[in-house]
């Protein structure tokens, strides 16, 4: 490895956060959507959904991360596009 070798750079965070869900993994426990309402729903299954597909404030991407912290199947993240 040398000075300029970054091949243990972070991954990139350019582009716009969104938080996924997926849904193999999801249980329907509903924590994330108690958790954070205001950028999660639910549907009549109980599914969670999305309710802000691009997070465009910090209030929204806290409470993304918060939302994903709180799943214990790991089923949301937050991506960049
Ligand atoms: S907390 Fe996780 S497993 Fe539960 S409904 Fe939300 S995404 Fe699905």
Redesign the pocket.
Known sequence: MTLHDNSFAPPSRAGVPRLV??RS?????????GRSPQI?D?DDA???VVLKALLSTDQEIAAAEA?AL???????SIEFN
């Open positions: 869900v997926d993994a999801c249980a329907g426990h509903g924590l994330c959507y999660l639910c109980g599914d969670p939302a709180v799943c214990p199947e790991r089923a949301l």
